[in-house]
């Protein structure tokens, strides 16, 4: 009797995978299990009425990317029709909806459904997952062998713990869930905080406000303007995007190029962060050319402690207009007509605006409930994640942007991928492993990960005298939850992953995968059964920092100064200025070339 297909080594499995999230990640997770995987269910969840995460929920006024478009988008997959340098949050939801489009992923994805509880069998080696169809009322019970989190890092609103909001009679937004139906026009508005969304909120609504109060806790870095508004590419430059791909690669590859190349300015007391911090003090004096703004709107913290903030510069101009008033202070309560600030004054307005962030405890929405234990309670008292990507003795779930990730050392999407990539070789040796019950992160690894991002984090930025989303906003809070490195750091930290860091269950003999001695590739009728007779050795090299440098193609590029920024030096010794003109009270502010390079490079502190 001839063999039978099912019993040859690595054989697949049925794999029954649940995604929680239509964002960046959960998409990407769709397009890679469609792409390479077969023998599987995938089933994405999202409580949006529409795909795209944090850009479908994040439609304030003047919402825009703080990275460069053709940067924003997945590594394989450009756009070149991006209407401007800086796309706003419209054209980047676009981008996603058409990816989905493109790649048939639609099949996969249910939305307005919300997840309300996700339980561990152990027994059946399954997680329940309880969801709600928002649109029916009816409540869904489903399951599956793997369960993956991506529910992103910017998605639950933060609305100010404040006395006295639900007091207030007047209009209340947020920036996180913001209701375009709301005319501002003509309104006096109050708008709390001075991050990164307020920062492009104030030029964009001060226009058509009445007046507009902005209060300000504590200041922030800031850099030149991203708006939506500036920047726009030609109808020329787009037409060249379209007609010469090769065009937009080289734009995309420098971009990323020099993103990558400032990681050392991250690192307390090195020389770019010193050059950095010299020049955007120097540039934002010769903006103010005032004082007293000067001593309140300069940090004394390190550079990339709080996020760094792009149309910075257009920003502090609209400080000086007429009908905004700065109130250098926090909000101590709300009333029925206003607020009072810290420093007991009063203040009115038809609307308030809460541009005070999202919550990033990593607190999950929902439970996550395993033999006996709740992760939200577990990680409201102390977040013990893995890379990333897992969670401590929690079985067969992972993340996607979880505790860990580098959200604020370089770009973000590339680290995306990589957990993608993470996730499916997880994914492709549980199906592949037909022994396999379960997997998990050991507690001791975790312990012993965690113990070394304190330790690295003290020589980082992110520890340094500021509030910011990693400490959870408290200054000597919770060890920093980005991670310990620059973006290329993690890519090459989890791209070959230590299977010894995971317990593995089997609930049969391990080696079934096996089979009865027959390959795949005496399976497949086209294959080549002497495939690995050649000519020469082109195989990978046999080590890791070998495999590594092939990978970043080494020997390709001219040689740089290492850890240096060439033009940040040049412009740090000359003090002066020379490309993007910035109108202030009637006169034109000029900023070197370089501020270029740290927006492209400070996207995301």
Not at 44 to 61: A, F, H, M, Q, V
Not at 215 to 231: A, Y
């Amino acid at each position: 009797m001839d063999p039978l297909r099912e019993n040859a080594i690595h054989n697949e499995r049925f794999v029954k995978v649940i995604c929680i999230g239509a964002g960046a990640s959960g998409i990407l997770l769709a397009y890679k299990l469609k792409r390479s995987f077969n023998n599987y269910s995938l089933t994405i969840y999202d409580k949006n009425p529409d795909i795209s995460g944090t850009w479908l929920e994040n439609r304030y006024p003047g919402c825009a990317c703080d990275v460069p478009s053709h940067n924003y988008t997945y590594s394989f997959e450009p756009k070149p029709d991006f209407s401007s340098v800086y796309a706003g949050s419209k054209e980047i939801r676009g981008y996603f909806q058409e990816f989905v489009a493109k790649y048939g992923l639609q099949q996969f994805m249910k939305t307005s459904h919300l997840v309300t509880k996700t339980q561990w069998d152990e027994e059946k080696g399954e997680w329940g997952v309880e969801v709600k169809d928002l649109s029916t009322g009816k409540v869904v019970h489903d399951w599956c062998h793997i369960l993956i989190h991506a529910t992103g890092y910017l998605n639950k609103p933060a609305w100010p713990k404040i006395p006295g909001l639900e007091n207030y009679k007047g209009i209340k937004l947020h920036s996180a869930d913001y209701d375009e139906s709301v005319s501002l026009e003509g309104k006096n508005v109050l708008l709390v905080g001075a991050g990164s969304s307020a920062v492009q909120i104030l030029p964009a609504i001060q226009p058509i406000v009445k007046q507009a109060k902005i209060f300000i806790r504590s200041p922030v870095w800031v850099l030149p303007d991203i708006s939506s508004e500036s920047g726009k590419y030609s109808a020329e430059q787009i037409d060249r995007f379209i007609s010469v791909p090769q065009s937009v690669q080289v734009l995309r590859q420098n971009n990323e190029r020099t993103m990558n190349s400032i990681f050392t300015m991250y690192m307390k007391d090195t020389i770019l962060q010193e050059q950095c911090k010299n020049l955007l003090i120097t540039t934002t004096k010769k903006l103010l050319s005032d004082e007293d703004m000067e001593r309140k709107l300069i940090p004394d913290f390190a550079v990339g402690c709080k996020r760094v903030i792009p149309s910075g510069y257009r920003y502090l101009s609209t400080l000086k207009k007429d009908n905004v008033n700065v109130v250098y202070s926090g909000v101590a309560s709300f009333t029925e007509a206003g607020c009072l600030s810290d420093d007991g004054q009063s203040h009115t307005g038809d609307v308030i605006i809460c541009a005070t962030g999202f919550n990033t405890s990593y607190v999950p929405n929902y439970p996550v409930l395993a033999h006996g234990r709740n992760l939200q309670n577990e990680w409201r008292e102390s977040i013990m994640g893995y890379m990333g990507v897992g969670i401590c003795e929690f079985p067969n779930t992972m993340t996607f942007l979880g505790p860990y990730t580098p959200v604020s050392n370089g770009p973000t999407l590339i680290a995306i991928e990589a957990q993608a990539h993470y996730i499916c070789s997880f994914i492709d040796r549980y199906q592949t492993e037909p022994s396999i019950h379960s997997f998990w992160p050991k507690r001791n690894v975790c312990e012993d990960f965690k113990e070394h991002v304190a330790s690295a984090m003290e020589k980082l930025v992110w520890t340094d005298r500021c509030r910011n989303s990693h400490n959870n906003h408290s200054i000597g809070g919770r060890v920093p939850t980005t991670w310990p490195g620059s973006t290329l750091h993690y890519l090459e930290a989890v791209r070959e992953p230590r299977i010894e860091d995971w317990e593995i269950k089997y609930n049969r003999n391990r080696f079934l995968w096996l089979g009865d001695g027959v390959s795949q590739t005496e399976w497949d009728p086209t294959s080549d059964l002497g495939y690995y007779i050649r000519q020469v050795d082109d195989s990978q090299p046999d080590n890791r920092r070998g495999r590594t440098l092939a990978i970043a193609k080494t020997g390709t590029q001219p040689k740089r100064p290492l850890h240096r920024q060439p033009k940040l030096a040049m412009a740090e010794g000359k003090q002066k200025v020379a490309t993007n003109e910035i109108p202030v009270n009637g006169s034109a502010l000029k900023t070197d070339k370089v501020n270029g390079a740290l927006v492209n490079g400070l996207h995301n502190s």
